[in-house]
Nanobody, 123 residues
Framework: QVQLAESGGGLVQPGGSLRLSCTAS????????LGWFRQAPGKEREFLGV???????FYADSVKGRFTIIRDDAKNMVYLQMNSLKPEDTAVYYC?????????????????WGQGTRVTVSS
């Protein structure tokens, strides 16, 4: 069993930056894929990016160049650094873990989820 917990959400002005953290605990393989998703009100959960040890992160086109995923296996942490934030980035952000082989970008492919952290981008 894997437990994930996000933190770091809040209110930020347009153009600002925010770093989200995700702590992973439990029986957790360093080879698992760790991903970030978000869900805005009335919209489907959206893939943002995924990372796996020894592989470069893979990002959705919508956030490429603005968002960066960083993984710290020593601390069992994964971070989502978000820069140049826009009002349309307002959403609940989730980290997720996929323990099976193969990169994936759809929510149903991920096995474990955190509870989410809310990010609001507004002036």
């Amino acid at each position: 069993q894997v437990q994930l917990a996000e933190s770091g959400g809040g209110l930020v002005q347009p153009g600002g930056s925010l770093r989200l953290s995700c702590t992973a605990s439990g029986r957790f393989s360093n080879n698992a894929f760790l991903g970030w998703f978000r869900q805005a009100p009335g919209k489907e959960r959206e893939f943002l990016g995924v990372i796996r040890r020894t592989f470069a992160p893979f990002y959705a086109d919508s956030v490429k160049g603005r968002f960066t995923i960083i993984r710290d296996d020593a601390k069992n942490m994964v971070y989502l650094q978000m820069n140049s934030l826009k009002p349309e980035d307002t959403a609940v952000y989730y980290c997720a873990a996929k323990v099976s082989l193969g990169v994936a970008t759809t929510p149903d492919a991920f096995d474990y989820w955190g509870q989410g952290t809310r990010v609001t981008v507004s002036s």
